[in-house]
């Protein structure tokens, strides 16, 4: 039994400033994902700085309508929250179809997204991994291959991010709202998760000591309102995507207006497909054009011959949930497609 230092700071610089000082200190939130790394010997820290009982439990709406979402607001209560479930279903949804209930009721918004990947290999010290033990190489190339990334791996590592939320905020074009030594930054979603390339062990753009302090969603709109998160995995419950979408579309009579889509289950960050929004906006909405433009999205897909059903997978989710999207939009005004 490793002996740890447990430490309540009394504020979020006090907690910040005790976890920068000490390179073998870490933060305790919700701890989901840090206990269960502690218990398989992933990782030994020295000190605990237990972040839980800040008072960051919030959920408010600021002046110019954004909703700022505190970083220890519990994934149950987040997901039941009024204006969450109206104004932006997508994060409902993707927090529903998470871990269970007992696990929703204990993780924290802020450790959803530091969630680190669910790799076998990454799990198991007893096998390499450039994720865990940098320079010590890959176990999953050419390894049980079926939940690797399909898009931005490298030759260092082929893990996926398994946030369910971290999509859906991606997807909705969420801020992240951080505290350092040096003060508080904001991250764009898109920014604050990053590809593997040479440096595997480093999930995310945060320094250490950095603490997540909230997460910012845009004011309400019509595109947030009209989200969806549509999730594939291997059992109704209790299991990581293999591939995921979370999508948001706003029509003008057939042509789409705008929408937003990211994936999970491909890559080693939320997959912002951009490639695949441009190619839609302004275009006369169809499920060919839907799939077409995924296909471009994929083009850059490196697979293996047991990931590679992720391809037409990502594809159909995607085309499934745009289409409900665009029938309940149809729904809404009146229009027949």
């Not at 149950?76 to 969450?84: T, Y």
């Not at 706003?250 to 929408?259: A, F, K, S």
């Not at 989710?317 to 229009?335: F, H, K, M, N, Q």
Request: with cysteine.
């Amino acid at each position: 039994m490793k002996e740890l230092t447990y430490v309540r700071p009394t504020d979020a610089r006090d907690a910040v400033a005790r976890v920068s000082d000490d390179p073998h200190a870490r933060f305790l939130g919700g701890g989901t994902n840090l206990v269960d790394h502690l218990k398989l010997g992933l990782l030994t820290p020295d000190v605990l700085v237990d972040v839980s009982r800040l008072p960051l439990d919030e959920v408010t709406r600021l002046d110019d309508g954004t909703l700022r979402i505190g970083t220890n607001v519990r994934n149950s209560d987040l997901a039941a929250h009024p204006v969450v479930r109206s104004s932006y279903p997508a994060v409902t949804r993707a927090l529903l179809a998470g871990a269970s209930g007992q696990i929703r009721n204990q993780a924290t918004t802020g450790g959803n997204l530091l969630q680190r990947t669910r790799c076998v290999y990454f799990q198991d010290v007893t096998t390499p991994c450039n994720k865990r033990e940098p320079g010590s190489g890959c176990s999953a190339i050419g390894g049980y291959g079926r939940y690797d990334a399909v898009l931005g791996a490298s030759e260092a590592c082929v893990a996926t991010h398994p946030s369910d939320l971290a999509v859906a905020l991606a997807a909705l074009d969420a801020v992240v709202v951080v505290l350092g030594r040096d003060g508080e930054r904001r991250v764009p979603m898109s920014d604050f998760h990053r590809l593997p390339g040479h440096h595997p062990e480093t999930d995310t753009t945060l320094a250490h000591g950095e603490l997540v302090t909230s997460v910012e969603l845009p004011p309400e709109s019509a595109l947030t309102r009209a989200s969806d998160y549509r999730k594939v995995r291997d059992r109704a419950s209790y299991a990581f995507a293999l591939v995921s979408v979370a999508a948001a579309l706003e029509l003008d009579g057939d042509v789409v207006r705008d929408v937003r889509i990211a994936w999970g289950g491909v890559a080693h960050r939320p997959w912002r497909a951009a490639a695949a929004e441009e190619a839609l906006r302004g275009e006369t909405y169809s499920e060919e054009a839907v799939r077409a433009a995924a296909e471009l999205e994929l083009a850059a897909a490196v697979t293996g011959p047991d990931n590679a059903y992720k391809i037409p997978m990502v594809r159909n989710a995607t085309a499934y949930a745009l289409r409900g999207l665009a029938d309940r939009s149809s729904e809404r005004t009146g229009a027949t497609r």
